[in-house]
Every structure is written in C-alpha cells, then in structure tokens.
C-alpha cells in the first residue's frame, strides 16, 4: 500500500474508501459486442448515397476490412451490389474482387472505383449461357419458346407444364429456375436421382415419358444414378435449354447518328446522338401497368397513365460507347446514366442539365451498349 501511495496509485474517496488507480492503457480492452449500435446506416442526405437499395456505410465495411485483413491482400465480396466493398478494399491498400449478377451493380461500382483513382479491369464470367439480365423476363418468355407446351394442372410445381403427344399422352417437362442460380442450373447426381424416385414417382398415372432440360451436366454422375435406378418405367428424356435459350432475349434496338456540329468539350471532339431507341419488352411492361391501373381508377383517382414518346427515350437508362475495338471485352470510354428525372450523369459526374440525346466522346465509337429502364442491356456494331 505505501509503495502504491507513493506512485500515486491509490484514490480516497469521499467517505474515507481507499480505491487503486488503473490507467486506460495498460487495461487489454473491451471485446467487440455483438451489435454495432456506432455505425449508422446511409440516409437519404448523406454524401456516400448512390440510389442503391443495399448500399451499407463506408465505415462498416471499413471496420470489416482493418480487423480481417492486412494491407496487400485480396478481399472478395461475391453479392458487391453498389461496389462499397471494393471501394474501402482499394482505400485501405487492399486488393478486391467485386462479383454481381446485376449491370447495374457493376456500373455503379465502376464510376465509384474510378471517381476514387482506383485501378481495376471488368471482365464478363460466361457460365455457357447467355448472360441475362433479367431472369424473370426469360423464365416468363420459356414457355413460349418450347413448343408444344402449355400449363397442366394436375402437375405439381416442380414441372413447367407439359407436351402432349397423340401417342404419349401427356408429356411434364422440367426447366431449371433460372432465377434460383447458378446450382440450380446444374443437373447432377443428386438431382436426378430427386427427379427418379420422387417427382417421376408422384406423376399422375399414365404418364410414359417426362422432359427435363438443364443448363449444365454432370454427365458421369447422372449416367450412374440413371443406370442404378430402374425403379420407374417413364422415360426421362433430357435436353440441353441452351439450345431454347439462345433465342430468348429479345434485342432492344436503337438508332443513332455522330452529329457533324461536334461537341462543345475540347476533350471530346465527337458528339454522339441517340435518334430513337425501342424496346418491346418495355413497352410491354408499361402497358400491364397502365391497363392495371385504369382498371383500378375507381378507387384510385389519382392515377396517372405512363406515356412513352414515338423516339422511346424515356425507356433508356444507360448508354456506354466504347472507341476502340470491335471485338473482346467490351470497354466504356463514354458512359451516360439517366437519373431517375431525367438528367444525364456522364462519366459518373452529375452534368445538373436534362438529357437531350446527345454523348460528347472522343471519337466515333466502334461498339455501343444500351441499358433500358428494366434494366435489360444490347450491344451493337458500329459499321
């Protein structure tokens, strides 16, 4: 006690209690708790806003990194939505690896790495399948796309609906649910042997043949389940929905001129012109909307009918020109974003002004690629 009181460690308190002193740094600390009340999330004013549903702070994935990683290493973030990750990765002397299904997640992480001077290529993962953008539109467009098929009620979900044959009878076809994933798409053992003793067991009685199609094939181990069960007399047929689905997607198109005026900006001589862009499939989409509506304006009258104009503007959200090869993979020299009221974001800097059409570039592009409101993309050849 005396050795304490003369190194001023000890404390008297009022009612004459005796307390020894500790100090802050020679305590080990506190652990992390479980919930991180400090971080707030981003609201609609804060400067890190991007317009993306799941964007999270800076400082939460700041705080993720420094305690998991070490400066020089690789932080992958395989669901990147608005490019967060990436970002504070490349701030905090890391390296990333941003994966998103979604265009618009990757071009929103592309104007956040290069407004913060970070350096990264976009490369496109093929899967043997043309890369969609928007699986629901494909899953709807299938059944039209199969010949012969049509819905069936006395089949359960897990088939699409069925054929039906003069000699068969009725024919339920499998599709794999594209919007499921990437494991979904696969047919392995696992899944065909589901498919033998269990959906093919449960079909109405009668049925002498079933089509299942896949996207991918473990063909080794669905030989081995096929050879091993004998346990169903209906022939399970399969085919490959590759064949089905080259011819889903229906291009959007677009026609365009480079205006001989020239732009206005000294590094970008060349002025792009969007004349007129078209898209059935929003088209298509409005309508259901409008019709629903006027359906419903009874009820609602405050409801007001979305028109779309003869050149189709309205249904572009982006356009990407890219100057320097015909072939590979495809790179934005000029992007173009129209906001959500109509004013241009180009090269991933907010212009203030309505968009009127026009890109400046640098020089005449040799590939361009649209984006349309729902958030299909095309790409085409300049000839």
């Known amino acids: 006690m005396e050795k304490m009181d003369k190194e001023g460690r000890l404390y008297i308190t009022k009612t004459g209690g005796i307390r020894s002193k500790v100090y802050l740094d020679e305590l080990p600390g506190m652990r992390a708790q479980c919930i991180w009340a400090d971080i707030n999330p981003v609201n609609s004013q804060a400067k890190e806003k991007n317009d993306y549903a799941t964007q999270k702070p800076e400082a939460l994935l ?6 998991s990683s070490n400066e020089g290493m690789v932080v992958a973030d395989f669901f990147g939505g608005s490019g967060v990750t990436a970002a504070v990765a490349a701030k905090s002397g890391r390296k990333f690896i941003h994966v998103d299904v979604n265009v618009n997640s990757v071009q929103t992480t592309r104007d956040r790495l290069e407004s913060i001077g970070a350096k990264f290529d976009i490369m496109d993962v093929m899967d043997g399948v043309h890369l969609f953008r928007n699986p629901v539109q494909t899953m709807d467009k299938l059944k039209t796309l199969i010949p012969g098929l049509r819905d069936e009620a006395s089949l359960n979900s897990f088939w699409i609906g069925a054929m039906h044959d003069s000699r ?43 089509i299942v199609y896949y996207v991918e094939i473990d063909q080794e181990a669905v030989d081995k389940v096929r050879k091993r069960d004998k346990s169903t007399l209906v022939d399970v047929e399969l085919r490959d929905l590759k064949d089905v689905l080259c011819d889903v997607v229906m291009d959007d198109k677009l026609e365009w001129e480079m205006d001989e005026k020239g732009s206005s900006e000294l590094l970008a001589p060349q002025l792009f012109r969007v004349k007129s862009f078209e898209s059935d499939y929003v088209r298509g989409k409005i309508a ?24 189709g503007l309205e249904m572009l959200e982006a356009v990407f020109l890219d ?46 690629r649209t984006r349309n409101i729902c958030g299909d993309e095309t790409e085409f050849v300049c000839e």
């Not at 015909?326 to 907010?350: M, P, Q």
């Open 62 to 67: 700041e705080r993720i990194i420094k305690a």
């Open 168 to 210: 068969l009878g009725m024919i339920p076809v499998y599709v794999p649910d594209l919007k499921a994933g990437g494991t979904s798409r696969l047919l392995d053992g696992l899944m065909m042997a589901r498919i033998l003793k269990q959906e093919v067991r449960n079909l109405p009685d009668g049925v002498k043949k079933a």
């Open 288 to 311: 259901e909307f409008n019709e629903a509506g006027l359906l419903n304006a009874a009820k609602d009258k405050k409801f007001k009918e979305v028109k779309i104009s003869d050149e």
């Open 323 to 368: 100057c320097g090869k015909k072939k590979g993979v495809f790179h934005a020299d000029v992007s173009l974003k129209i906001d959500k009221f109509g004013y241009a974001i180009l090269n991933g800097a907010k212009t203030g002004k309505l968009w009127d059409g026009t890109i400046p570039c640098p020089s005449k592009p040799i590939r361009i």
